[in-house]
């Protein structure tokens, strides 16, 4: 017998879970808590499928019905009624929940997740920011080589090449992406390789020989401008040739100046490990001096203009020039060239791969 509204809305519960048919092999199932749901059996290549219709009452009995007809004449035309709705399912979600944004939003949390740094963060945001200004709103299974160039051409026509082949390389990051979480079946990056005008590649200024690498230390050591934050800086990157992004945004609580050590947190150094410095005795006095001067701060390096702010990388490089030196003879990420030439020219030390080893 076919079922009554009235039936269907007065179905109380039972101990255990209970099945009453409405015809046409489609029943409603009924749960112990109350919970009623449509469900339709039927045979595909052989073997009998159980299919949900929906829950009532969001899915009334006439709605269970017509989808019930309409598995039935999907059924007719060879067609299985659960794959058709998963692949319904599939193209809805390919169209409003699987778009480049959302997936590239996605992949930065993953980052995050991972303990990139917050920098290294900002900057490929930055450059998602620019590509979701073109397709963001685009399935990212439809994103082909010519949209992307698209929008990667527009950046290289400003003379930005390094920014555009790293916007192609997000780009193809974030679609990468999609492709090992099964919502993409490629990454049509990769079809732009070489259509791109590559980058000159300028190396960071550094002094290179002693004699050179002597006056610029000199000429640190009697600076009296700037901030005392920019001239400790500049002390320390000499003794210690750090990156300039590890030292500038230091810690005080980072430093054990009785221990004389200096613990780098992992996310500001490049292989995102926990680093311990030590420090010689020259480091440690720079330090106290500073401290003694701008230690009520929680920053080691504070900006003069905004002491809640690190000084910048360009702070340091602009006291270089004061000091004489021009943009092609010395800068802040000089430093660790400098230090791996004269160091490996010594002879202490055989450079390697990874770190350098003392000679026995």
């Known amino acids: 017998m076919p079922l009554t509204d009235t039936q269907v809305r007065n179905l109380q ?42 829950i009532y009452p969001a899915v009334s009995l006439a709605k269970a019905r017509d989808r019930r007809a309409e598995a039935k004449a999907l059924l007719a035309d060879g067609i299985d009624p659960m794959a058709k709705a998963k692949a319904d399912k599939e193209e809805r979600a390919a169209l409003h929940e699987h778009t480049f944004a959302i997936i590239a939003a996605e992949l930065v949390a993953k980052l995050r997740k991972e303990g990139k740094a917050e920098t290294t963060l900002k900057k490929k945001q ?74 000159t590649v300028t190396h960071m200024a550094a002094a290179t020989n002693r004699e050179d690498f002597e006056r610029i230390v000199k000429a640190i050591w009697l600076y009296d401008s700037g901030a005392p934050a920019t001239r400790a800086a500049l002390k320390l990157m000499a003794l210690l040739y750090t990156r300039p992004g590890e030292l500038r945004l230091a810690l ?13 947190p992992g996310p500001r150094m490049k292989m995102r490990r926990e680093h311990v410095k030590p420090l010689p005795k020259l480091a440690v006095d720079i330090l106290r001096q500073l401290n003694a001067e701008t230690g009520n701060n929680y920053r080691v390096f504070s900006s003069a203009i905004a002491r809640d702010k690190p000084i910048s990388e360009n702070t340091m490089n602009q006291a270089l020039r004061r000091m004489g030196f021009e943009k092609d003879e010395m800068t802040s990420h000089g430093f660790r060239a400098s230090a791996s030439s004269l160091l490996n020219e010594s002879g202490p030390w055989i450079p390697t791969p990874s770190k350098p080893n003392l000679r026995t």
């Open 126 to 199: 930055w450059l998602i920011d620019k590509a979701n200004a073109d397709f963001g709103d685009m399935p990212i299974r439809d994103l082909k080589p010519a949209t992307v160039l698209e929008c990667v051409k527009k950046v290289e026509a400003l003379g930005n090449y390094e920014s555009a082949k790293r916007l192609r390389s997000t780009i193809g990051q974030v679609c990468r992406y999609a492709v090992a979480t099964a919502r993409a079946e490629n990454d049509p990056t990769y079809a732009l390789r070489g259509a791109l005008i590559a980058p």
């Open 252 to 264: 005080w609580d980072e430093f054990d100046l009785e221990a004389a050590t200096w613990t780098v």
């Open 13 to 54: 519960p039972r101990e255990k879970p209970f099945k009453i048919s409405d015809g046409g092999r489609m029943h409603l199932y009924v749960t112990p808590k109350g919970a009623k749901r449509w469900r339709m059996a039927y045979d595909f290549g052989g073997k009998e499928k159980l299919m949900s219709l929906g």
